[in-house]
């Protein structure tokens, strides 16, 4: 950890670094702490934010006729 990022090192293969900021750790965690980390789509998350981006798209286009 230095500062406000912490670099997290993979025990797969150390060559894989990532900088996270100390605030997305969990509580209470320290240097040396072995993490699970999981990535998942959100579907509905995605499927809301195209919606919006459609909707801004269509107003624009009328905005211009």
Do not use: Y
């Not at 950890?1 to 670094?17: K, Y």
């Not at 699970?36 to 499927?47: F, G, K, S, V």
């Amino acid at each position: 950890m230095e500062g406000t990022a912490a670099i997290l090192i993979s025990s797969q293969d150390e060559s894989v670094r990532v900088n996270v900021p100390v605030s997305l750790l969990p509580p209470g965690c320290r240097e040396g702490d072995i993490l699970t980390i999981r990535i998942e789509r959100d579907l509905p998350a995605t499927n809301a934010a195209r919606g919006r981006v459609s909707g801004l798209i269509e107003k624009l286009k009328n905005k211009k006729e």
